[in-house]
């Protein structure tokens, strides 16, 4: 959208300019206006255009990558991430680059290399997003950090980002995401029948096999805490 409001931007900057040249100049209307339709007309050509035949294959490119992490490939995914985040920041494409990066936390948190993932995660920290760009930069930042035994972050960051959780919590794409730094959360505040009940339905609706790991770490989690003492030892 950026890409396609900024150029109407300056689109409209030319005609004002233009404007103020007919006159200066007495320049015909009709002219004028002629010329402002063209060129309005071009520049938005030109960005539809650029937008529709390398923009778009870009990005759809990159969003393929996420079926090798499904496939347990993230090795090859990671790969296919930095050769196309080279390329991006190359040709400036800021969104593209930035896409790349989140799509790598994700490998690197597949592969257990939490602190990669972090780094690349703080770095991202001061960018902005869209919604949803907003969203997974939160579920990667907020995992990492339960992940890392960061609790208290984690716990801050799930805080912070509850009311964008909320908006996507039964998204067939992000919803599982949701459900596990949220079971993640209510064990951490001792919620473990809220996380129990959790756990039952977020394996009825999203069976990903990305996801199995998770939820089989969460029922351990539980387990775990079923078994504690109440009371331990003096």
């Known amino acids: 959208m950026k890409r396609i ?7 409209v900057g030319l005609g004002l ?3 103020l040249i007919q006159h200066m100049f007495d320049i015909d209307q009709h002219l004028l206006l002629t010329l402002l339709f063209l060129t309005g007309a071009v520049i938005i050509l030109g960005t539809l255009l650029f937008n529709l035949l390398y923009i778009r294959p870009f990005r759809k490119k990159v969003y393929q990558q996420i079926a090798l992490l499904e ?12 050769s196309m ?3 991006a920041q190359k040709k400036k494409l800021k969104q593209i680059a930035q896409l790349c990066r989140l799509n790598m936390t994700a490998a690197y948190c597949d592969l257990k290399q939490y602190d990669k993932a972090m780094e690349i995660l703080e770095e991202l920290s001061q960018e902005k997003f869209s919604d949803a760009g907003q969203l997974v930069f939160r579920l990667n930042l ?34 599982g995401n949701i459900a596990v730094v949220t079971m993640r959360t209510q064990i951490a505040q001792g919620q473990y029948d809220q996380a129990a009940e959790l756990l039952a339905y977020a ?9 199995v790991e998770d939820y089989q770490q969460i029922e351990e989690l539980l387990h775990s805490a079923a078994n504690k003492p109440e009371h331990p030892p003096l």
């Open 71 to 82: 496939e347990g490939r993230a090795d090859e995914c990671l790969t296919q991430m930095e």
């Open 5 to 11: 409001l900024r150029p109407i931007g300056i689109g």
């Open 85 to 87: 985040l080279k390329e």
């Open 203 to 211: 394996r009825t609706h999203w069976n990903r096999p990305r996801l």
């Open 17 to 19: 300019f233009l404007v």
């Open 142 to 175: 907020c995992a990492c950090y339960f992940y890392l035994g960061q609790q208290e972050q984690a716990l801050l960051t799930y805080q912070k980002s509850s009311k964008l959780f909320d908006l996507y919590r039964k998204s067939k794409t992000y919803g």
